[in-house]
C-alpha cells in the first residue's frame, strides 16, 4: 500500500522560506514520480507545481514557481523535498505530495496515491 507522508508547512513572511518534506513508501513500480500540488484557499483546484522521476531524477516545475522553488530527493531515507524561497502571499495554500507512474506530469488526473496535506501561509 502506497503512504505519502507531508511535513514542514506552517507559517512565512514574504521573501521568506520553507522547505516541505514528503516521506513515501510501498511503491511497487520499478520507476515512479513523485509531484507536489497546491491547492489555494476557496476550494480552488489543486495546482501541479513540481515534480522529480525516480529513474533519473529529472525534475519539472510550473511557470509560477520556477526560480524559485527546487524539488529533491533522498533515494536512501525515500524522502522528497521542496525548498520554497522568496515565498509570496499567493504561495500560501495546502501542499500535497502525490505518486504516479507517469513521467513528468503535473497533471492531478494523473496522480493515484496521495498525502493528508500541509498548510503553507504566507502573509506579513
Known amino acids: 500500500q502506497v503512504q505519502l507522508v507531508e511535513s514542514g508547512g506552517g507559517s512565512a513572511q514574504p521573501g521568506g522560506s520553507l522547505t516541505l518534506s514528503c516521506a513515501y513508501s510501498?511503491?511497487?513500480?520499478?520507476?515512479?514520480?513523485i509531484g507536489w500540488f497546491r491547492q489555494a484557499p476557496g476550494g480552488q483546484e489543486r495546482e501541479g507545481i513540481s515534480s522529480i522521476n525516480t529513474s533519473d531524477d529529472s525534475t519539472y516545475y510550473a511557470d509560477s514557481v520556477k526560480g524559485r522553488f527546487t524539488i529533491s530527493r533522498d533515494n536512501a531515507k525515500s524522502t522528497v523535498y521542496l525548498q520554497m524561497n522568496s515565498l509570496q502571499p499567493e504561495d500560501t495554500g495546502i501542499y500535497y505530495c502525490?505518486?504516479?507512474?507517469?513521467?513528468?506530469?503535473?497533471?492531478?488526473?494523473?496522480?493515484?496515491?496521495w498525502g493528508q496535506g500541509t498548510q503553507v501561509t504566507v502573509s506579513s
Open positions: 510501498g511503491f511497487t513500480w520499478a520507476y515512479y514520480s
Open positions: 502525490a505518486g504516479t507512474v507517469m513521467y513528468g506530469s503535473l497533471s492531478r488526473y494523473e496522480y493515484d496515491s
